[in-house]
């Protein structure tokens, strides 16, 4: 990996300091690779590691990396406790240390790093940015029918339950600006994988912060297993269908409130 040479070089334009929070759990075939991206596509922004306590040795590279970058840093968590845990423990972490934004990225190469610079110019003028599969200008590359068939009607179903425009509430490639994270109720998450985006769509979609979508170029990986289980669907449609509930009785006393989209 390259290291770049210019310090002066710090965030982002319009938006200050950046964080890369990459949760890792068995991605020693790819943190190497997603972390070299990264810093080249975006030399002036840091980036966390999160790793559970990988056996495949994930920790081990991640330090490595580390230990020639300053724009690298890694958190050692005790096992493995899903991707929402790992991600609010990220946000920790950035907001201890003063960043101005968070950005959440995979391990496994499926969010293009060479996409966040649009990202972080999308950031200028919103508190939230999803990267989407599922708006205009968007690519979804080497997915089975179907993925293509479950993630679009699970993105829909969430829209109309939650009443929420958003195309892509499951997208994981997400810049969160530190006043987002402030106005979201982070202590009361409690939901993993597709179910912790969502919530956290809803949540600060609730909160009035502004919110917009980015079209990306989202590819299948090629490291590695999939994260993916029934389990994890199982999940968000439960909570889906259990927070629409609850959000319309709220609503129902308040029927003026989220006329509109930020």
């Known amino acids: 990996m390259v290291v770049a040479a210019d310090r002066r070089t710090v965030g982002h334009p319009g938006v200050g300091r950046v964080l890369v929070v990459i949760p890792t759990y068995n991605e020693a075939d790819n943190v190497e690779r997603i972390v070299a991206r990264v810093r080249a596509a975006a030399p002036g922004v840091d980036i966390l590691v999160a790793d559970d306590n990988s056996p495949d040795g994930t920790g081990a590279i991640a330090d490595r990396l580390a230990g020639v970058d300053p724009h690298v840093h890694v958190l050692h968590r005790p096992g493995k406790e899903g991707l929402g845990a790992a991600y609010l423990a990220g946000f920790g972490w950035a907001r201890r240390r003063g960043y101005d934004a968070v950005v959440e990225m995979d391990a496994d190469g499926s969010h293009a790093p060479e996409d966040l610079p649009a990202l972080l110019d999308a950031a200028r003028d919103a508190d939230v940015v999803i990267g989407s599969r599922w708006t ?71 909160a009035g912060v502004r919110m917009v979508e980015v079209p990306i170029t989202f590819a299948e990986r090629e490291h590695g297993d999939s994260k993916m289980s029934p389990l994890i669907v199982a999940e968000a449609l439960w909570r889906i269908t259990r927070w629409g509930w609850r959000d319309r009785r709220v609503d129902a006393r308040r029927p003026a409130a989220l006329s509109r989209w930020p």
């Not at 425009?165 to 600006?177: F, H, I, K, L």
């Not at 979201?184 to 919530?199: H, K, M, N, P, T």
């Open 136 to 206: 205009r200008g968007a690519r979804v590359l080497n997915w089975p029918l179907r993925r293509l068939l479950l993630s679009r009607g699970g993105n829909l179903y969430a829209r109309l339950a939650l009443r929420m425009p958003v195309s892509d509430a499951t997208g994981g490639y997400r810049v969160y600006r530190a006043a987002a994270l402030d106005a979201i109720d982070l202590a009361s998450v409690r939901s993993q994988g597709y179910a912790f985006q969502v919530e956290l769509s809803r949540l600060a979609h609730r």
